[in-house]
């Protein structure tokens, strides 16, 4: 395995028996996590994220799944910080509504994001759009398809980076190189997805 995806859509609206069977698979701290969420579909499609990581590292490694550990810093990208493997792995996932994406890499570091093509927000694009990703929405025949490709390439950068969404915006241009050499975008059943990916140092 080099860099696999792995693309979820749901779109159940009540917590089930099946969400407390799954339940069981995450740790109480995850569990505490998705409790969190004021509704019960995005407290689903944050456990589909926490069990699809886990039987992604499962299945590459070998390794069983109570005997993983993650460490998850406030705003940064959940690590896998036990046990310690032979290969290096990287991980990130996201989820919006009815679907979940999730990446899973062993030579690069590695974001993603998915959104749904729906009406976009387009009073943001001043806040973070560089002006080339600007004109790049604004001449396309499908502005919000083209506004979501940028956004979603946007957040996968700077996941993959480490940074999240706390830099300029502005000034990080999606569409040119580097940058757009390590990210591919794709559509999937109406969302937008994108994958970021860096050689590790």
């Not at 998850?72 to 036990?82: D, F």
């Not at 991980?91 to 509504?97: P, V």
């Amino acid at each position: 395995m080099s860099t696999k995806v792995y693309f979820l859509r749901d779109n159940t609206e009540n917590w089930g028996p099946v969400h407390d069977y799954l339940s069981g698979f995450v740790s109480a701290e995850r569990r505490e996590k998705i409790n969190r969420y004021k509704f019960e579909s995005d407290r689903m499609l944050s456990l589909y994220a926490a069990v699809i990581t886990r039987l992604a590292i499962v299945r590459e490694t070998g390794i069983k799944n109570d005997e993983l550990v993650f460490d998850c810093p406030y705003m940064k990208k959940p690590t896998l910080s036990a046990p310690r493997t032979d290969t290096p792995l990287d991980f990130n996932f996201s989820h919006t509504k009815g679907a979940v994406l999730m990446g899973l890499s062993t030579d690069s570091t590695i974001g993603v994001d998915v959104e749904r093509i729906r009406k976009a927000p387009f009073n943001t694009m001043k806040m973070v759009c560089h002006p080339a990703e600007a004109d790049y929405i604004n001449s396309s025949s499908d502005k919000e398809k083209a506004f979501f490709e940028i956004w979603t390439k946007k957040e996968a950068y700077t996941k993959c980076m480490g940074t999240g969404l706390s830099v300029d915006l502005k000034s990080i241009n999606t569409l040119a190189a580097p940058i757009c050499e390590n990210i591919e975008t794709f559509i999937q059943d109406g969302y937008v997805c994108s994958v970021c990916t860096l050689g590790r140092q």
